[in-house]
Each structure stands twice: as structure tokens, then as C-alpha cells.
């Protein structure tokens, strides 16, 4: 049987290479993936080994803590250091800092593209056995005016020592003489970013202001078990919130710090796999329904000669698993392609991420053939199985068919799904926000199941009424009528476009909705305020800024906001300080209840999403819990949800008491009536010629800036559309072909009668715009109904406007419907050259 199989295969090489190109694109990415985190995770196994103290104690919270912008505070002091030093089995307890949000310049004076990474800057350590970098060559820093700096960034940006570096830090900015070049970090949160070292004294000036540390490196003594003395520091710290980690778990952290930088390419990858292998499915479900009914009187001859049911359905069995393991052979040799690209592109751009030769993993070989074959063999067992029950006489009959199934009960399973999708949905528009969202995705499901199982009985009438406008000549009616003819073949082929146009136009819906919610909470939420200062990285600066604007000739106000991260209970929220004023003029809130004025009484003002979420009323009480403590705060106004200030709001006093930093992380700035806002813009700029990648925008270009990460989303998706695109065209060519083959003699009755070659084609493009115009519209309609649906349900949670772009939607029908054509080329070019009397004779 599997000779058989193998045979079958050789003797129809198309139909084997377009499900092959399926299996190899899903199993590509999905190997390309597991290749890359396998390949990242050796690397940086390898390289952390060995780089840090054996113990490492900081404040950073644990998974039901909260944690501050940058995941700690520096709020440990010399006095800890000194304790931990004082516990058995401690030879040295080194205080160091170490905090992201400064900006290294380059020599033309603009921040270094840092390709997603966070610069950090670090005190040099008093014991160079427990830092996180070692010395390449030069001399330690000594006072404001000497920095180092490490060997990557160096070498990228051509600095040398003894030349000048100027450096933006949360405090200040400053221009420093270059003397040592380091080590990029290996481990710990800062692994591979770029990394500027001042000594301890000038590091806690320029990066805190203050006195204070973020970590401190302990040395075990040697022969000392360094769990045991790892409890024991624990034990002397007691209860506060501090953490104490061995170098295993520090290097695990650093791993997933990076993980969570890179990985990215893997979701995407894994995204790809999953739509190119569920879409294959339908090809390869379709391919081998047509080949049991082409091939059903040879099929019935092997069972007239002696071979048993569950031989026959082997032999279709056999040639789902030839092509699944060639096309996850291929998969397997693509994904490594893939990662190698991807490793090729940040050797490119010379970051400094560890580097190891590609790991390819039992793991990954064997998952990649388990997820091939089982798909290819899932898809193709019901075309088996209706092949192993053709009875044998069937062989004696030239016009026998494998008989088709009643769709009553397609229609009665899909029905329920339907059913059940309805149900879903309105517990989700009951439920609202994350609940309801996910709710609406099983729901989303559900009907894309129902869809597809009573498909066939809406293409019977759909495609009569896609194709109306085509007029009623030979060629149009024949086409439509191919389509109609085998309806399970027609929706079958569609599915696969209307699940990836579902898809991708439910995210097109919620994405312009995004875009447009973003619009309005600008317009509606900034008020008098003409500029808003933000920095392009989006972390926090120096309160120097604001003072400097504030100085300027024409500036009526400066308001501030700075941003802590929280836990009231166990949900994450985030903190905002805000300045007096802000919440009256520069940004407009519409106060439910309570009052904003009693900000500056130590109360806290609460968004309604987040005060129906924690259950939370005027006069009640918020724990929060940050890592200076936990503080129950009265609640003294409820506002309605706003985008610009969609958090827990406290006065800046009060941020600063619960531990909040002392960098803003947004300007408002007022303009005085009368003045000229273009020199008054101007005029800022030059107080912050120091600060380049702060950006002073109107309310225009900071929605524009908002909108970016949106952009972004929409370039993902309009890749999944062509990925889509690609595996529907196989779809319809797939189908066109066989459908030619299996049409041979009625192709050549045709031509006998008198129909030309431009005919023939007219007839199958008219076939294929059909399917394809199918699926869009079906894929259109669902993904703009949730896409829709989402927007409602998530409208008290940021997703205010809903957007429905028409011209996109419009687009894509008109792409579907060239894919069509484009998908009828070679088919009917095949068909046109038929040899008539070949084709008449054919059996």
C-alpha cells in the first residue's frame, strides 16, 4: 500500500507540490521559530555562565509585587550592604547601581538607534569579581567628567579613548571624557544592552539625585554552600522587600529580559505557522476529496482484486504521509533558513547579543514531523475513509462516483455552533472589557466553524448571485454552474480565504478603531494645554526639562506627570502624579463623582473602568502597594475613563511619599494668549538642545506619535493578508487543476462543439472569481461584525470610536477577485491545450 502511495504521488506531481508548499510553509516558521529561541536560550547560557556575584540582592518584586518602571528601585543603602557582609559565609557585600533611561549620544549629536534595547548606565564596582561587565581596557572613571562605555556601542559609533561622550540622564546631561571600554553586561536585566559606567559617587548624583543603590553583589567564601548562604541573607534582611538570588537565577532572569526583547520574532513566526498550517488544511482537505473521485474506479479495482477496506484507505493514508514528511522536510530546512536570517540580521546591525551555532533540536525536528504529518493525515483520513468504503463492482461501471454524503448533518452541527456563537456573544456584550473580549474570540470561532460546515448550501446561491452581473453568456453560465455543481468542493476551496480575510479584516477594524479612539481621546482629553513634551523612547526625564520651559518667554504653564507601577490587591494598576491644576485645564476629565480638588489632600482619583473593576466608590479606600509599602489612600473622585490619564491619580506629593520617581514622563505646556506659537516652539527647542530625543509636539503630531504603535500592528497584518493571499491562490489553482483534470472529457466535448480557447478560459476565471469572491465577502462580513463587536465591548476600556474603513474593505474585495484571475491563468491555459480527440476518449 505504501508502494501504492508512493506511486500515486510520483504519477501527479502538481497536486503533490501544491499541498507540499502548504505543509512547508506552516512547518517553516514553526521550525524557524523553535530554532531561534533555541539558538538565543544556548547563547545566552553560554555566556552568562559565570558572570555574576554568587549572590545578588535587590528590591525587584516578585510576581505578586509590584515593581517600578524599569522592574526596581533604588532604595537599598550602604547600611544593608554592610549587614549582609557581616553574615557567615559572606566574604564581600559590593553596592552597585544599575537603572535604564539615559540616552548615549552619538557623535553627531543624536541619540544611538538602540534596536529596542534600553540603554543603562552603572556604577563602577568596588569589586570587579562581582560586576556585571569586565574591563576591555583603559581605567575606571573618576568624578562627573570621566565615563565609560562598551565595547559595542564603541566600536559602532567610532568612540575611542580620550574623546568626549555626552550622555542624558534622568538627572541631567553631561559631556564626559571617555577612559575605559567595557564589556556589554552579560547577565541580569541590562545583558546586551548598551551600557556607560560613572563611579559610585557620580552615578548616584547623576542617575538619582541621591544616595541609594538598586542591587548588591555578595561573594560567598569559598566552600560554602551558597543556598544555605543564601537563605542566610534572607534571614537577615527579614521581611522587606527585598530579594535574594543565587547567579543561576540572575542569569535566568537576564535570559528572559532579552527573551521578552527578541521573542517577538518568535510570536510572530508562531502566528504565521498557525494561520499558513489551519488555511493549508482546507487545500489539502480538498485536494484529496477530488482525488478519491477522480481515482474512485481505480480505487474500487484494488478492492475487486482482493484488497480490504482498510488497505485502500491506507493507500490514500500513504500518500498523505509522503507529502507530509517531504513538505516538513522542507519546512524544517526553510526554518532554518529563517533563523539563520533572523541571526544574520542583528549580527548586521552588530548588537550585542550573544551569539552560538543554530540549535537544532530533537525537540524541534521532531515536533516539526509530529505537526506535518499529523495535519497532512488529519485533513486527508475523510477522503480515506470514503475511499476504503467504494464497493467492488464499482469497477465494472465507467460512470460510478464515490457517492457524497447528505449535508443535513453539516447543516444541523453547524446550526449549533451558530447557536452556540450567539450565546457567546451576548455574554460578552453583557460582560464587557478583557472578559467579554475573549468570550467574543471562542465566539469568533465558533461561527467560523459554523460557517464552513454550512458553507455549501450558502455557495449553491451565493455564487448565482456573485456571478449575476457577468451576464448569462456560454462562458459565464458554464463557470457558474461548475461552481454550483460541487458546492462542498466550491465553500471548501472559499474557506480557506474567508477564515485569513476574517482574520485579517477583524484586526483592519479594531486597528483603525484604535486609531481613531486615539484621535478623539486627544481632542476630547487635552485642553488648553498647545504642547505636549514626551520623550521618543517613551521613559522617563529629567524634572530639569520642565523647569527650563517653564523659563521661556511666552509659557503660560508647565504641568507634570510622572508614572509608577502598582498593585491595589492583586491586579496591576499604574500610578500617576500629577501637578496641581493639571486635571482643570491642560487635560479635561468629566468627574463623575467626587471632587479632583482633593488631589491635594493625599487622595486618590480613580478612572470608572478601574473603579468598577476594583469595586472601588467616592470615600472608600485603595491598598496600594508599591515597593516603598502598602498605603490604603481615600478614594476622592471617580472620573470617566480618559485616555491620557488612564490610571490611579495622586498629586506629586503624594507619588513621591509612596515611592514614586522623580523623573516626569509628560509635559503639558500652556501658551499664553497672543503669542506665537511657532517662536515660542522654537524658543523650546533651544532650552533643550541637550535633550534630543525629547519631542515638543501640537496635538496633531502627538496623536500622530500615538498612532504609531497602531501602524505598526497593521504592517503585521498586512503580511498575514499576503501570507493568506499566497495559500488561497494555491487553493484555487489546486482546485482548477484537478477540476480540469477531472473534466477532461467534457472540456474536449466542448471544444468539439465550438468552443474557442478564450471561451474555455472566460469559463474557468468565472469559476475561480466566484470561489475567490466568496470567501472574501464571507470573510469580510464575519470579521468586520467582531471586529465591530470588540470595539463595542472594550468601548469603556480605551476603544471608544468605532472605525469601519470602507475603502480598505472594498480593496480587498477587488484583490480577492484579482487572485481569481490570476489563480484561473495556468489552469486554463492547460485546458485550452487539450487534444480534442484525447479528450473525448478519456475514460
Not at 534571614?235 to 530579594?243: A, D, V
Not at 479495482?301 to 482498510?310: E, F, H, Q
Not at 504653564?557 to 502624579?577: C, D, F, M, N
Request: aromatic share 4%; net charge neutral; proline share 5%.
Amino acid at each position: 500500500m505504501l508502494k501504492l502511495g508512493l506511486r500515486s504521488v510520483l504519477a501527479h506531481r502538481l497536486r503533490f507540490v501544491l499541498c507540499t508548499v502548504a505543509v512547508l510553509l506552516g512547518i517553516g516558521f514553526v521550525s524557524g521559530a523553535m530554532i531561534f529561541t533555541d539558538t538565543l536560550s544556548a547563547a545566552l547560557k553560554k555566556n552568562f555562565a559565570g558572570s555574576t556575584a554568587d549572590l545578588t540582592v535587590t528590591t525587584a518584586p516578585g510576581p505578586n509585587d509590584p515593581g517600578t518602571e524599569d522592574g526596581r528601585t533604588a532604595t537599598l543603602t550602604s547600611d544593608i550592604a554592610h549587614r549582609i557582609a557581616t553574615v557567615p559565609g559572606v566574604a564581600s557585600a559590593d553596592a552597585q547601581l544599575l537603572l535604564p533611561g539615559i540616552e548615549i549620544l552619538g557623535k553627531d549629536g543624536k541619540p544611538i538607534e538602540n534596536y529596542g534595547l534600553q540603554a543603562y548606565a552603572a556604577s563602577w564596582p568596588h569589586d570587579q569579581a562581582g560586576a556585571p561587565f569586565t574591563v576591555v581596557q583603559g581605567k575606571p572613571p573618576w568624578g562627573q567628567g570621566q565615563v565609560s562605555l562598551d565595547q559595542t556601542t564603541a566600536r559602532r559609533e567610532g568612540y575611542e579613548l580620550g574623546q568626549e561622550v555626552k550622555i542624558v540622564t534622568p538627572a541631567k546631561s553631561v559631556t564626559a571624557t571617555l577612559t575605559a571600554i567595557t564589556t556589554p553586561a552579560l547577565a541580569g536585566e541590562a545583558a546586551g544592552a548598551p551600557l556607560v559606567a560613572f563611579d559610585p559617587a557620580s552615578a548616584q548624583l547623576l542617575l538619582l539625585g541621591k544616595a541609594g543603590w538598586t542591587s548588591i553583589a555578595v561573594s560567598v567564601q569559598p566552600g560554602q554552600d551558597h543556598e544555605a548562604v543564601r537563605q542566610a541573607v534572607a534571614n537577615e534582611l527579614g521581611s522587606g522587600p527585598y530579594t535574594v538570588r543565587t547567579a543561576a537565577q540572575v542569569s535566568a532572569d537576564g535570559k528572559n529580559a532579552l527573551d521578552d526583547v527578541f521573542g517577538g520574532f518568535s510570536t510572530v513566526l508562531i502566528l504565521f505557522a498557525a494561520l499558513a498550517l489551519f488555511v493549508g488544511a482546507f487545500l489539502i482537505v480538498n485536494t484529496f476529496a477530488m482525488v478519491v473521485a477522480q481515482r474512485s474506479r481505480e480505487l474500487a479495482m484494488l478492492r475487486a482484486i482482493g484488497a480490504s477496506r482498510s488497505q485502500v484507505t491506507g493507500t490514500v493514508l500513504a500518500e498523505a504521509v509522503v507529502i507530509g514528511a517531504v513538505g516538513s522536510t522542507a519546512g524544517l530546512v526553510l526554518g532554518i533558513a529563517v533563523a539563520g536570517g533572523i541571526q544574520l540580521f542583528y549580527q548586521t546591525l552588530d548588537l550585542a547579543i550573544p551569539s552560538a551555532n543554530l540549535q537544532i533540536g530533537a525537540a524541534t525536528v521532531i515536533a516539526s514531523y509530529v505537526l506535518g504529518i499529523g495535519i497532512t493525515l488529519a485533513a486527508a483520513y475523510p477522503a480515506a475513509r470514503r475511499a476504503g468504503k467504494l464497493p467492488p463492482v464499482a469497477a465494472m461501471r465507467e460512470d460510478h462516483t464515490v457517492p457524497e454524503r447528505s449535508l443535513v448533518v453539516r447543516l444541523v452541527l453547524g446550526g449549533f455552533l451558530l447557536l452556540m456563537a450567539l450565546m457567546l456573544i451576548a455574554i460578552a456584550l453583557a460582560a464587557r472589557g478583557l472578559p467579554g473580549t475573549v468570550l467574543l474570540a471562542f465566539g469568533a470561532a465558533l461561527t467560523l466553524l459554523g460557517i464552513v460546515l454550512i458553507s455549501p448550501l450558502i455557495s449553491r446561491y451565493a455564487v448565482r448571485w456573485l456571478m449575476a452581473p457577468f451576464g448569462r453568456r456560454a462562458p459565464v453560465t458554464l463557470g457558474r454552474r461548475n461552481a454550483e455543481r460541487n458546492p462542498r468542493r466550491t465553500s471548501a476551496t472559499a474557506s480557506a480565504l474567508m477564515i485569513s480575510l476574517a482574520l485579517v479584516s477583524g484586526l483592519v477594524v479594531i486597528a483603525a478603531s484604535a486609531k481613531a479612539s486615539v484621535d478623539k481621546g486627544i481632542s476630547d482629553a487635552i485642553g488648553t494645554a498647545e504642547f505636549v513634551v514626551v520623550n521618543e523612547g517613551g521613559g522617563g526625564f529629567s524634572p530639569q526639562v520642565g523647569d527650563r520651559i517653564a523659563a521661556v518667554p511666552g509659557i503660560a504653564g508647565v504641568h507634570r506627570i510622572r508614572q509608577l507601577p502598582a498593585r491595589a490587591g492583586k491586579t496591576p494598576v499604574a500610578v500617576s502624579g500629577v501637578s496641581d491644576d493639571t486635571l482643570k485645564g491642560p487635560i479635561t476629565v468629566a468627574v463623575d463623582e467626587g471632587s479632583v480638588d482633593r488631589l491635594g489632600q493625599g487622595e486618590v482619583v480613580v478612572p470608572r473602568n478601574l473603579a468598577n473593576e476594583l469595586k472601588l466608590s467616592v470615600g472608600g479606600k485603595l491598598e496600594l502597594t508599591t515597593t516603598s509599602g502598602t498605603r490604603s489612600l481615600p478614594v476622592g473622585a471617580v472620573i470617566a475613563t480618559n485616555r491620557q490619564v488612564d490610571a490611579v491619580l495622586v498629586s506629586l506629593g503624594t507619588f513621591a511619599e509612596i515611592g514614586g520617581p522623580g523623573t516626569d514622563r509628560t509635559l503639558y505646556v500652556d501658551v499664553a494668549e497672543g503669542t506665537d506659537l511657532g517662536q515660542v516652539r522654537q524658543a523650546v527647542l533651544d532650552r533643550l538642545t541637550d535633550y534630543p530625543s525629547l519631542l515638543v509636539r501640537d496635538q496633531q503630531a502627538y496623536a500622530a506619535g500615538e498612532r504609531a504603535p497602531i501602524n505598526a500592528i497593521l504592517g503585521v497584518v498586512g503580511a498575514l493578508l499576503g501570507l493568506a493571499i499566497l495559500i488561497a491562490l494555491l487553493g484555487i489553482v489546486n482546485t482548477l487543476a484537478l477540476g480540469v483534470v477531472e473534466r477532461t472529457r467534457e472540456i474536449g466535448l466542448l471544444r468539439a462543439i465550438g468552443m474557442d480557447g478564450p471561451q474555455l478560459r472566460r469559463m474557468l476565471q468565472v469559476e475561480s472569481i466566484a470561489i475567490a469572491v466568496l470567501g472574501a465577502l464571507l470573510g469580510l462580513v464575519i470579521g468586520v461584525l467582531f471586529g465591530s463587536m470588540v470595539q463595542k465591548v472594550m468601548s469603556d476600556d480605551g476603544l471608544a470610536v468605532l472605525d469601519i474603513p470602507v475603502l480598505q474593505l472594498l480593496l480587498a474585495v477587488l484583490v480577492a477577485a484579482a487572485v481569481g484571475v490570476l489563480a484561473a491563468i495556468w489552469p486554463s491555459r492547460r485546458a485550452a491545450r487539450l487534444d480534442v480527440l484525447r479528450a473525448i476518449s478519456t475514460e
